[in-house]
């Protein structure tokens, strides 16, 4: 197994382009998330989903859109990317063993974003 | 509301030198509270959760009830635990609220 996938691993974006980081697991997960991680705020959760067709926001969503159509795929849309976007994105994915809660996340390698 | 906080951004010890990774969190009822740690150039990974009560690579975790607390130890600190290290706690169903890290830092 292949595990969490991203690409691509690196991206440089000016202000107002948009973009897609993919994002695939391989292991039959129902839960997909996507983070952003900056220096001394942590691993922050953008949007999330519980299985194919069903999403919800996180903790800072704005200016980022997901989709979920197939339970492989979770990828995350920058509609029109801003330099305070710079950052690394992690995708993680679980799979519940009971109810939900306290399930082992499994992260993908990240992709770096710089927006200039 | 549910939090969690790591107060030191960045510890640094010397190898052999016991090592404590504070976290502490709100949460109402009874948490689940996992440690996960990042290697340089590499992804995130979970090291331990309290529900296992297991020793990865030498380290422990206590969840203390009482000081709402679960600080990582290890008793003798080695140069590859040099890392990010996450605390994390499930917030509602499906989510997880992370720290905001500490940096170990392991010197020769």
């Known amino acids: 197994n292949a595990g969490v996938t991203q690409t691509p691993k690196f991206q440089v974006l000016k202000t107002g382009q948009s973009m897609t980081l993919q994002c695939a697991q391989d292991?039959?997960?129902?839960?997909m998330s996507w983070y952003r991680q900056d220096p001394g705020m942590g691993l922050r959760l953008i949007h999330y989903?519980?299985?194919?067709?069903?999403?919800d926001q996180g903790e800072v969503p704005n200016g980022y859109n997901v989709s979920r159509s197939t339970t492989e795929d979770f990828p995350l849309r920058l509609l029109s990317a801003a330099p305070s976007q710079t950052s690394v994105y992690f995708c993680?994915?679980?799979?519940?063993?009971?109810?939900?809660?306290?399930?082992?996340?499994?992260f993908g390698p990240g992709t770096r974003l710089t927006v200039l | 509301a549910q939090r969690v906080t790591q107060p030191e951004k960045l510890l640094s010890v010397f190898k052999g030198a016991p090592v404590e990774l504070k976290c502490n969190y709100s949460?109402?009822?009874?948490?689940?509270l996992f440690w996960y740690v990042q290697y340089s150039r590499q992804r995130l990974q979970l090291l331990l959760r309290?529900?296992s009560r297991e020793s990865i690579k030498g380290f422990t975790a206590d969840l203390n009830k009482g000081e709402t607390s679960f600080h990582l130890k290890k008793p003798f600190a080695q140069e590859e635990d040099s890392a990010m290290y996450y605390c994390?706690?499930?917030?509602?169903?499906?989510?997880?609220?992370f720290g905001t890290g500490t940096r170990l830092k392991v010197l020769a």
């Open positions: 994390a706690l499930p917030s509602g169903t499906y989510k997880y609220i």
């Open positions: 309290h529900i």
């Open positions: 949460y109402s009822g009874s948490p689940e």
């Open positions: 993680a994915s679980s799979s519940p063993t009971s109810g939900g809660a306290g399930d082992t996340q499994y």
């Open positions: 292991m039959n997960h129902e839960y």
């Open positions: 989903s519980v299985g194919a067709g069903i999403t």
